[in-house]
């Protein structure tokens, strides 16, 4: 039997790591910060992907791919994103083996580059609204790293869009956030409060961020994905703009909104256990393994039998292993498809079959049924129903139970570790930064739109504040 995993209790980022590892869900490479992401972590970002993709399409934005160097000039043009990401750049100052006359960034995202061909492609106001999405790899320089949490390249999507007006861009920025509220909730079962980030914390060149904050199971948060309103701050660097139905020029307004294969590193850390990898079943890679049980003449007929239920069970759309390696001892599998995050198991030998009947069990919570063979299609759809909702269920009953109102500076450091911390702040980044001093890291996640605002002190200052902000240590 190989190894078990380190359990939550004696080390969460050493669990977290067991589980990336054993999983064979990424590996570390020999450059330095960035990972392998290895066939069952793909697979994971291949069902993101296709579900996001969707959405996006279904509001209206279309795919395309721009370069991956963007001349360095380009970022220098806004002023703030370039400070924003000056110390996380990779520069290629050499090609073809000669130095070249403009260094060469590559991309750590792609507004800049983006806007150079905007400001071709865009004339008039029937160009608009111009809404792109790429799917790419990005690079920021890393000084620590974490297997899909932070890591010097990373894949994701970046959406980018133009709008004739300031309402539409707004407007555009929030249904993005929706689209990733309801992709984190609905999809990954992660619950998370969608809300406005503070302004040292957002997008450097954007006017105003928004992101959807999950809490992990040793209660830190994770910004799960961005959606910013930049304004004109990029078309006016860029000179995007266009004829405006009143004849005028005027700048475009712009959005640009993102999530990338952090998310796998969220799946992992809202749903997985001791056992290994858990994936609610709308994004899981194998919905069920089948395990062959029985040897010698018996194995036959058992085989034929598995094979005929899965060939039902991919009918209705599951994606289904049946596991006939008779090399392997049954508890071995078991422990094989729990560790990988099969979410379910189905077991039949030469006993069940003569009953006509098999046995299902749950990863999650590991509830077993036996049920009649004839059944085993309609009982695993809802198995895995139940188990995408409760999934979902806990989480957000585990985010409840650890999320406080503190009303002092005293209560917020004795609180630093407990989750997510609701307090009066006035809004200025001195008393920001206190907090982030005094309780060694707890940072203002977002103001959620779903937490009423009523107006009060600032735990820091006394001076006003309009409403209470979530707090609390983050990845
Ligand atoms: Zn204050």
């Not at 010698?296 to 209705?316: C, F, H, I, M």
Request: hydrophobic share 40%; proline share 4%; with cysteine.
């Amino acid at each position: 039997m190989a190894e078990k995993l380190a359990p939550r209790e004696k080390g969460f980022s050493e669990w977290y790591v067991d589980v990336v590892l054993k999983a064979k869900l990424a590996d570390y490479s020999d450059v330095k910060g960035c990972m392998v992401i290895r066939p069952n972590g793909y697979a994971l970002w291949e069902n993101m992907q296709r579900v996001l993709d969707r959405m996006f399409k279904e509001t209206g934005h279309r795919n395309a791919y721009f370069p991956l160097l963007i001349p360095e000039s380009f970022l220098r043009k806004e002023a703030e994103h370039v400070e924003g990401f000056a110390p996380q750049l990779a520069v290629v100052t050499h090609a073809g083996g000669k130095k070249l006359e403009e260094p060469y960034v590559i991309r750590p995202t792609s507004e800049t580059i983006i806007n150079s061909m905007f400001s071709r492609w865009i004339q008039s106001y029937r160009d608009l609204p111009m809404l792109l999405n790429q799917w790419a790899n990005v690079i920021r320089w890393e000084m620590r790293t974490r297997l899909f949490l932070r890591t010097t390249e990373f894949l994701w999507q970046e959406g980018h869009t133009c709008h004739e007006t300031d309402g539409e861009a707004e407007a555009e920025t929030l249904r993005m956030l929706e689209v990733y509220r309801t992709f984190a909730e609905d999809y990954m079962a992660m619950p998370v409060l969608a809300g406005r980030k503070s302004e040292s914390e957002k997008f450097a060149g954007a006017v105003r961020t928004y992101s959807i904050e999950a809490m992990m199971q040793d209660k830190k948060a994770l910004q799960a994905g961005t959606s910013h309103n930049l304004g004109q701050n990029f078309a006016r660097a860029f000179n995007t703009a266009f004829q405006g139905r009143d004849g005028q020029q005027h700048h475009v307004w712009q959005t640009s909104w993102g999530v990338s294969t952090r998310l796998i590193g969220g799946l992992i850390l809202t749903h997985s256990d001791d056992a290994g990898l858990v994936v609610p079943p709308k994004l899981a890679a194998t919905h069920v393994a089948i395990v062959v049980i029985g040897k010698g003449e018996e194995r036959g007929p058992v085989l034929e039998r598995a094979q005929a239920v899965a060939a039902d069970l991919r009918r209705t759309g599951l994606s289904v292993l049946v596991d006939d390696d008779d090399t392997k001892s049954p508890g071995f599998k078991y422990y094989e498809h729990e560790l990988t995050g099969v979410c379910l198991r189905m077991e039949l030998g030469p006993k069940d079959l003569a009953k006509d009947q098999a046995v299902l069990v749950r990863r999650d919570d590991r509830a077993k049924v036996t049920v009649p063979l004839d059944a085993v299609v309609t009982q695993a759809q809802a198995m895995l129903d139940a188990m995408q909702a409760s999934l979902f269920a806990r989480a957000k009953q585990f985010r409840t139970d650890h999320t406080f109102e503190v009303n002092s500076m005293e209560e917020m450091k004795a609180r630093a570790d407990d989750g997510f911390l609701l307090a009066h702040w006035c809004e200025s980044p001195a008393c920001e930064a206190q907090v982030k001093e005094q309780t060694s890291g707890v940072t203002t996640r977002n103001r959620p739109f779903d937490l009423p605002q009523k107006p009060g002190t600032c735990v820091v200052c006394g001076q006003p504040s309009p409403g209470r902000m979530v707090f609390s240590k983050a990845y």
